[in-house]
């Protein structure tokens, strides 16, 4: 299907469906655009990735617009994925997430040795991601325990086709109950901002 067939078939969606169906149907549950539906090697990179981070290859899911072909950032008005574009990649894992959480909230005066960005993102986790049960590591994945080893697979995981050395940027989701009611969240806003 066209890029712009797919994009008017998901804001047709996105207005008059179920947000839940929504989200299943159009980034959970199919082929990532960024594998132009080549289910098996989506699955093959998956498998190689979790296995390096010591998750399951379920629980790994790209999103954003390496998903859908095009941003839900609505900063960036429903832009195409180009070759500028990062690619977002969902863990569902609660080991993880309560091992970040924790150390999130133990930091204590480390706090203070953070640049200006790993304080901004602490402070977001503290007031917004905790709470919907995600931790946003592309600026905190180095401090986490689990990070040197996350970032080194994470690396590695980029130089295969077609990821093609792109940043992957990793959202961890305490459950998949958390990664759903964030994401229908968004797309609410979207929602409420694209048609209101």
Do not use: C
């Amino acid at each position: 299907m066209n890029i712009h067939r797919k994009k008017e078939r998901f804001l047709a969606d996105l207005r008059n469906k179920p947000l839940s169906l929504v989200f299943s149907k159009w980034i959970l549950e199919k082929t990532p655009y960024i594998f132009d539906g080549n289910k098996v090697k989506e699955i093959e990179w998956k498998e190689e990735l979790s296995k390096k981070l010591g998750v399951d290859s379920h629980a790994l899911s790209i999103i954003g617009s390496a998903a859908l072909g095009f941003s839900l950032n609505p900063n960036k008005k429903f832009r195409y994925f180009n070759e500028k574009s990062d690619i977002d990649v969902a863990i569902i894992s609660h080991h993880h997430f309560e091992i970040g959480w924790v150390f999130l909230r133990s930091l204590g005066t480390g706090y203070y040795n953070l640049n200006p960005k790993q304080k901004a993102s602490v402070e977001d986790h503290r007031k917004r991601l905790i709470y919907w049960g995600t931790l946003a590591t592309d600026n905190i994945l180095t401090m986490l325990p689990f990070g040197k080893l996350w970032f080194e697979s994470l690396t590695k995981a980029a130089s295969v086709f077609p990821i093609n050395d792109r940043d992957i940027n990793i959202r961890l989701y305490r459950d998949y109950e958390s990664l759903r009611a964030y994401h229908v969240m968004n797309l609410e806003k979207i929602r409420q901002n694209f048609y209101s």
